[in-house]
T-cell receptor, first 113, second 113 residues
Framework: AQSVSQHNHHVILSEAASLELGCNYSYGGTVNLFWYVQYPGQHLQLLLKYFSGDPLVKGIKGFEAEFIKSKFSFNLRKPSVQWSDTAEYFCAVNAPGNNDMRFGAGTRLTVKP | EAGVAQSPRYKIIEKRQSVAFWCNPISGHATLYWYQQILGQGPKLLIQFQNNGVVDDSQLPKDRFSAERLKGVDSTLKIQPAKLEDSAVYLC???????????FGEGSRLTVL
């Protein structure tokens, strides 16, 4: 079964700093990859997803992620964070045609104004 | 489009009591999931339904947890009897045909005293 590792438990940045959150997955076959975000008091919502094609995917609010197959990674990036990006970020993976989605433990991002 | 509806939002019970959570997925979504999210961890899949059939319940503690989706639409998750370690947020999600993406409700936060 697939598994997901997020190595950063809590990241603290100042506004305008660049962000990169790590995500590695363990699965031998083709995968779909996702980043979900959970703002304080809100439900999980999709930030971006990769199914196939261009390994650099762009999501909402200026976020992007790059799929590197050889490294089994799908890191999330944003060039300049804002205070409103304070949230918990979850990387997730499932296999095409199988909606059994596995999540990482999450990374809590705190952006200082 | 209405999102995934869950109730109650919060529930406090004593150990050994029972509790039930309700979920109504997005209209037309065949697949429904229940996840358990313990504080500081990522969501963990408890059970996945395709219409009214169970696809995966391998991580559901069947001695105390049960779930049903009788008419292939809304679903209930029951815990009886509850233990302290069941304190968590119970997330319901749904997905459409082949979509890959999950849509989450706001969750039901359970506290077991």
């Amino acid at each position: 079964a697939q598994s997901v590792s997020q190595h950063n438990h809590h990241v603290i940045l100042s506004e305008a700093a660049s962000l990169e959150l790590g995500c590695n997955y363990s699965y031998g076959g083709t995968v779909n990859l996702f980043w979900y975000v959970q703002y304080p008091g809100q439900h999980l919502q999709l930030l971006l997803k990769y199914f196939s094609g261009d390994p650099l995917v762009k999501g909402i609010k200026g976020f992007e992620a790059e799929f590197i197959k050889s490294k089994f990674s799908f890191n999330l990036r944003k060039p300049s964070v804002q205070w409103s990006d304070t949230a918990e970020y979850f990387c997730a993976v499932n296999a095409p045609g199988n909606n059994d989605m596995r999540f990482g433990a999450g990374t809590r991002l705190t952006v200082k104004p | 489009e209405a999102g995934v509806a869950q109730s109650p939002r919060y529930k406090i019970i004593e150990k050994r009591q029972s509790v039930a959570f309700w979920c109504n997925p997005i209209s037309g979504h065949a697949t429904l999931y229940w996840y358990q999210q313990i504080l500081g961890q990522g969501p963990k899949l408890l059970i996945q339904f395709q219409n009214n059939g169970v696809v995966d319940d391998s991580q559901l503690p069947k001695d105390r947890f049960s779930a049903e989706r009788l008419k292939g639409v809304d679903s209930t998750l029951k815990i009886q009897p509850a233990k302290l370690e069941d304190s968590a947020v119970y997330l319901c999600a749904s997905s459409g045909e082949g979509a890959g993406e999950l849509f989450f409700g706001e969750g039901s936060r359970l506290t077991v005293l």
